[in-house]
Structure formats: structure tokens, C-alpha cells
């Protein structure tokens, strides 16, 4: 089994900076692909980003593309989103999940079996 924590949500204004850690413990990540998704109310969940933790080889949904970055600290077994120019229709929870890795980082929420709590940010005009 693997836990996620996730954390470093808040209230930002448009243009402002955030970065999302997440904590993995329990089972060693070591070979797993490590996502971040996000869902907005009234919205079905949607992925952001993704990483391989072994090669760090990363994936992005193509609004977030040029904004947002994925990256991971081994040594911390963490996960973060550094998420830059933000923007109202960036405001969800975001939530970090974990799944074995594969050869293509997959970006569907169903594949991905293993799931932090959620991190809210909302992001005022």
C-alpha cells in the first residue's frame, strides 16, 4: 500500500504562484508513475501532470503545458506541482495519485489506484 499527503494549497490571487507537495509513504515508490489531477465542482476529475519516478520522464495536459511543472525529490520520496501564473479556472482540489509505472505515463484518473486526500486552490480574479 501506498499513502499520500498531499499539501500546500490556499487562497491566490490570478498570476501567483503555488507549489503542491505530496508525501509518499508506506510501500517504496521506487518504479511507480506519480500524477497529479485536479476537480472543480460540478467537474469530473482531470489530469495535470505526470512523472516517472525512476527517469523522471513528465506528461502534461495541454492547458496547464508552459505553466505548471512536475518534478520529484527521491531522497524525500515527495512528489511536487509548481504551479505558476495561475488562473481562476485553475481553482479545484488537487489531488495527487500513485500507480505502477508503465512504459506511457497515463493520464486517466481510473488508472491510477492509489490517491492523497486533496489539496484546495482557489484562485481569485
Known amino acids: 500500500q501506498v499513502q499520500l499527503v498531499e499539501s500546500g494549497g490556499g487562497l491566490v490571487q490570478t498570476g501567483d504562484s503555488l507549489r503542491l507537495p505530496c508525501v509518499a509513504s508506506?510501500?517504496?515508490?521506487?518504479?511507480?508513475?506519480m500524477g497529479w489531477f485536479r476537480q472543480a465542482p460540478g467537474k469530473e476529475r482531470e489530469f495535470v501532470a505526470a512523472i516517472s519516478w525512476t527517469l523522471g520522464r513528465t506528461n502534461y495536459a495541454d492547458n496547464v503545458k508552459g505553466r505548471f511543472a512536475i518534478s520529484r525529490d527521491i531522497a524525500k520520496n515527495t512528489v511536487y506541482l509548481q504551479m505558476n501564473s495561475l488562473e481562476p479556472a485553475d481553482t479545484a482540489v488537487y489531488f495527487c495519485a500513485a500507480r505502477s509505472g508503465t512504459y506511457v505515463l497515463r493520464s486517466s484518473p481510473n488508472e491510477y489506484p492509489y490517491w492523497g486526500q486533496g489539496t484546495q486552490v482557489t484562485v481569485s480574479s
Open positions: 508506506g510501500r517504496t515508490v521506487s518504479g511507480y508513475d
